[in-house]
Nanobody, 124 residues
Framework: QVQLAESGGGLVQPGGSLRLSCVAS????????VGWFRQAPGKAREYVCG????????FYSDFAEGRFTIDKDNAKNMVSLQMDRLEPEDTAVYYC?????????????????WGQGTQVTVSS
């Protein structure tokens, strides 16, 4: 069983940046693809981006493409999410999750383990 812990959330002004981290324990992240999801108040959880088991392939939703960057360090058992040019619409709780597959998917049901989430608030 793998435990995931996100950190790095906070309050940032529009146009600012945040870097989220997801640290795994109990199992190596090298055996999982990893995804980031987010959930805004009153909205469904949605896929943000994902990274392959090896870390060599990345995938982004349309709203994340060009602004967000996902990175995986299997040696540190950690995945990071660099978020730039943040907008108020990015306000949400951000979750990392692992998928027992080579490549991540956008389907919540494919992810077996989730972190507790970290709050990101973009506001002036």
């Amino acid at each position: 069983q793998v435990q995931l812990a996100e950190s790095g959330g906070g309050l940032v002004q529009p146009g600012g940046s945040l870097r989220l981290s997801c640290v795994a324990s109990g199992h190596s992240l090298s055996t999982y693809a990893v995804g980031w999801f987010r959930q805004a108040p009153g909205k469904a959880r949605e896929y943000v981006c994902g990274i392959s088991r090896s870390g060599g392939s990345t995938f982004y939703s349309d709203f994340a493409e060009g602004r967000f960057t996902i990175d995986k360090d299997n040696a540190k058992n950690m995945v990071s999410l660099q978020m730039d040019r943040l907008e108020p619409e990015d306000t949400a709780v951000y979750y990392c999750a692992v998928c027992d597959a080579t490549f991540p998917t956008g389907r919540i049901a494919d992810y077996g383990y989730w972190g507790q989430g970290t709050q990101v608030t973009v506001s002036s």
